[in-house]
């Protein structure tokens, strides 16, 4: 008997192990199969459709519609989804002429998506470029190219001039000539720059960075117009497009696979219904299988909270959002308290006085949150780690403010006005702040107000800066893409050449020897020396303690259980709309 | 001698003036009774919270993080530490509500009061005097209750900050028209009484006549629109905190705490629930009392406490 039931259980467990081995062997064998409707739902419409403007949400569209010469791939190591690779490009180029020249050929078959359809030349990647600085769309944009494209800077001067009408627009994009944009044959880009710049094949991978059909000439850049009749170079096509409703995108049947290297445009159908601004109301759709994905929301902290808790559930999507979210920034300007923030110590004091562990766990925790002390993040070239200002456990060291300060001449304290763009989590750090600040004798009198107002009014506002209607504000550094970035976060607030006309350095920060790197960052002809510079350049600016960097975290997306392929792709944080497919 | 017995009798009741009447109204009106009761609760909840609070041991703005919160930051359920539960910082609940309580009753009484008053001096000016007066003022109050609230508000707090001040003077200027509006119209049909006449035959002066004549006859109305006054007071307050247009952080205010508290509400109902009760209770307490008040003081009502 005994034997009867030994044998019967080793029958069982056999048994269960051969299934266990078929699961396995069909989970490894699920191959990507073509097919399906892609399903998404987003807050509202995309504010930037028009490669000239996008971002985020719209950069993911434009995966599935609009090629780059080169572009960031799609993979789960950071490192190598920083490294951009050929794209409509047959080659990511060598530069020539010490970090001068580059030289483009564009691959034979890649097409646009016309109803005849046409090879992709080089004069289409020219026009891309031209169309940045329209006077319609105005956008921050162009100044990743002027300055380093050969006379595109004089080129944008004269297009400011020129009236914002599609005829205007098309006459100057058409007629003007940028030096340092050359058709050398039909599928020949010659690219000349004014100076060796490290990152410029980074920039060349944005979407902004795209060519451009003539065809787009007919409508004003991200009009309505253009949106209907958007011609572009990817797997996709638009179908239909109700603005503030629904986007559905369908395959194109002028792209051809075998000049497309990065994308497989697995799914047949893509939509996107805008219009469910709450984010647990999209994860519940998710998880009841009605759509597949966020377009332009992530988890809320809720449904986040609740989904860790199996945290190797396969449908959560989680990686580095590359952004010091918050910092806070110190008004070394303000006259308050006798200038007190312009004395290093006092600043400093505010570096060793904060609880960053405090912020990390009203941010949702280590599990999503991580208190940093610099201002490039991880996977941004340049990143070293090292912490000027260490607390025990990050949680602030007041008497160590407290003695600051009194060195400082302030043994009692000082009351700082805190402005800060009301709700979210930002309410939520400013109280632990306050509570916290407190302890080491910095009393903060607390100015919530809404975005914009506080932007507008204090941070930018020069008068209101110098004049002291605040002495600490809350922002955050974030990398406009990843890898070679960290021009994106540095150069914005701490480049001091550029501080009268920047509307990031608000405190007008300007350190000659940070100048100085910076122009060595940018200039590098190799990677490893822009790297040093960055990394340099970052440690000097924290020598100086302008801000207090307080956490980075991460971006929490869901997938649906019938979705796979589901990598991220890091320069717009979403799954990569041309390699996902339905298992089903 | 009569035929009719002495036990079936009934001596005619003592003759009641106003007042008593209406206290007598008011005394059979069971809702009304409940009502005030939660007001006078809200009233002394008010009063004692520095004592309320001592008694607790956490102070409206000390933050618990320890014992308070979960390392991933969720708030705590109502314990024996934290008779309410836990905010999104790790504060009581319970105190910030308790302290709440003072904001909102201050500033709903304050407001209320300041507008009535204003109501009350526009409204009769303009309905005692009439012709370009009342023209005047009358188009002055149609202009601001035209005024849309809530941009007024975010345009004031832009240029201003969010302040105490900014949304006790936001709350007057929006509520003090309804009230001269309802004033102005009692008065026109007020002063062509003839005690008003009379008055005037006797010498009496404009001011006095308005004072001393009319105001005493349209008070009743007046103290039920106050009373239904005091809870839009209440709800425009919890808006504007709300909506971060309000009492600057850290101060708790049961509009504030609901918004502070907005992303947890599905991991923690208690953030939400409990500034939601304090908030209605205060509201339907003085909208029934100002129901109660009504009937009482309005003898042709139809819907008399039996």
New interface residues.
């Given amino acids: 008997m005994k034997s009867s039931i030994l044998s019967t259980g080793r029958l069982m467990a056999g048994a269960g192990l051969v299934a266990l081995t078929l699961m396995a062997q069909s989970a490894l064998a699920e191959e990507p199969k073509a097919g399906g409707t892609f399903k998404l739902v987003g807050a509202g419409d995309v504010a930037g459709f028009d490669p000239v403007s996008a971002r985020s949400a719209s950069v993911f569209l434009h995966r599935a519609l609009t090629r780059t010469l080169v572009a960031f791939p799609t993979d789960a190591d950071p490192k190598v989804a920083a490294q951009p690779v050929p794209d409509l490009a047959e080659a990511v180029p060598t530069p020539e002429e010490g970090g001068l020249v580059y030289r483009f050929k564009i691959r034979e078959g890649a097409m646009w998506n016309t109803d005849a359809p046409r090879q992709i030349t080089a004069e289409d990647a020219i026009r891309g470029f031209k169309r940045l600085c329209n006077p319609v769309q105005p956008t921050g944009t162009p100044t990743y190219y002027i300055g380093i494209i050969k006379g595109f800077a004089e080129f944008c001067d004269g297009f400011a001039q020129v009236p914002a009408d599609v005829e205007s627009i098309r006459t100057y994009v058409e007629d003007t000539q940028v030096a340092g944009l050359t058709a050398e044959d039909e599928r020949t880009l010659k690219i000349t720059l004014e100076r060796p710049t490290a990152d410029f094949t980074s920039i060349l991978a944005l979407i902004s960075s795209a060519p451009i059909a003539v065809e787009m000439l007919d409508y004003l850049p991200n009009s309505p117009d253009l949106r209907r009749n958007y011609v572009g170079s990817g797997p996709y096509v638009i179908e239909d497009y109700i603005l503030n409703e629904q986007l559905n995108l369908v395959r194109s049947p002028t792209w051809n696979a075998a000049a497309d290297p990065l994308r497989k445009a697995y799914v047949d159908r893509i939509e996107v219904a805008f219009g469910t601004p709450d984010a647990g109301k999209t994860q519940r759709m998710i998880e009841a299988g009605d759509i597949d994905g966020y377009f332009d929301l992530s988890i809320a902290t809720a449904d986040l909270t609740r989904v860790m808790e199996n945290p190797d559930d396969p449908q959560l999507l989680q990686f580095a959002d590359g952004a010091v979210n918050p910092i806070l920034v110190l008004n070394s300007a303000s006259p308050n308290n006798n200038a007190a923030l312009a004395d290093i110590r006092v600043r400093q004091a505010i570096n060793y006085a904060v609880n960053k562990a405090a912020i990390v766990q009203v941010g949702g925790g280590p599990n999503v949150k991580k208190a940093v002390d610099q201002i490039l993040t991880e996977n941004v070239i340049g990143y070293e780690p090292y912490n000027l200002y260490p607390t025990p456990d990050h949680q602030g060291d007041p008497e160590k403010a407290k003695a600051l300060l009194a060195e400082a001449g302030f043994p009692n304290g000082i009351e700082l006005k805190f402005s800060y763009a009301s709700g979210g989590r930002y309410d939520l750090y400013s109280a632990a702040l306050e509570a916290d600040l407190a302890k080491a004798g910095i009393k903060l009198i607390m100015q919530p107000a809404p975005s914009r107002t506080v932007m507008s009014q204090m941070y930018q506002n020069r008068q209101a800066t110098n004049g002291g209607a605040w002495d600490m504000g809350m922002t955050s550094i974030r990398a406009d893409w990843v890898g070679d970035s960290a021009r994106t976060m540095i150069v914005p607030m701490f480049d001091g050449e550029a501080c009268e006309t920047s509307t990031s350095n608000w405190t007008c920060y300007n350190n000659e020897d940070v100048n100085a790197l910076i122009d060595t960052a940018l200039t590098a002809t190799d990677e490893a020396t822009a790297a040093a510079a960055w990394a340099a350049a970052d440690k000097a600016i924290m020598s100086d303690a302008p801000i207090v960097p307080l956490i980075t975290g991460k971006i929490s997306l869901y997938a649906s259980e019938r979705l796979r392929g589901t990598t991220v792709n890091l320069l717009f944080n979403n799954v990569d709309p041309t390699l996902v497919w339905i298992a089903e | 001698m009569s035929d009719i017995p002495a036990s079936t009798v009934h001596p005619a009741p003592p003759a009641l003036n106003t007042r008593q009447r209406v206290i007598s109204q008011l005394l059979r009106d069971k809702a009304a009774m409940a009502a005030l009761t939660v007001i006078i609760l809200l009233v002394l909840t008010a009063i004692f919270a520095p004592l309320i609070v001592m008694v607790l041991g956490h102070g409206p ?3 618990f ?1 320890d014992i308070g ?6 708030p705590l359920p109502p314990g024996p530490n934290f008779l309410l539960g836990t905010d ?2 790790g504060r009581d609940l319970l105190a910030r509500l308790v302290v709440g309580t003072q904001i909102t009753i201050l500033v709903a009484v304050t407001c209320a009061l300041t507008a009535i008053a204003i109501g009350i001096a526009v409204g009769m000016l303009a309905g005692f005097r009439g012709g370009l007066i009342d023209t005047m003022l009358s188009g002055f109050v149609d202009v601001v209750l035209g005024l849309p609230l809530l941009i007024t508000a ?1 345009a004031l ?3 201003y ?2 302040s105490f001040p900014i949304m006790m003077g936001t709350i007057i200027f929006f509520t003090w028209g309804p009230v001269a509006r309802v004033v102005r119209n009692l008065v026109v049909a007020t002063k062509e009484g003839e005690f008003v006449d009379a008055a005037r035959m006797l010498g009496a002066s404009d001011l006095r006549i308005m004072v001393r004549e009319i105001l005493p006859n349209i008070a009743g109305q007046v103290i039920v629109y106050g009373s239904l006054l005091i809870p839009q007071v209440i709800v425009l307050e919890a808006s504007l905190s709300f909506l ?1 247009l309000g009492v ?3 101060t708790a205010t049961w509009g504030g705490i609901i ?2 508290n907005q ?5 923690a109902w208690w953030t939400i629930l409990f500034p939601a009760l304090f908030l209605l209770a205060a509201t339907l307490a003085f909208n029934v009392l100002g129901d109660g008040l009504r009937d009482a003081l309005d003898p042709s009502s139809e819907r008399r406490t039996k």
């Fill in positions: 703005n000390e933050q993080r919160l979960t390392p991933g930051g969720v999104v910082v975010v707090v832009s240029v900050g969010a971060g600057p952080p850290p918004a502070e992303t947890n509400y599905a991991v």
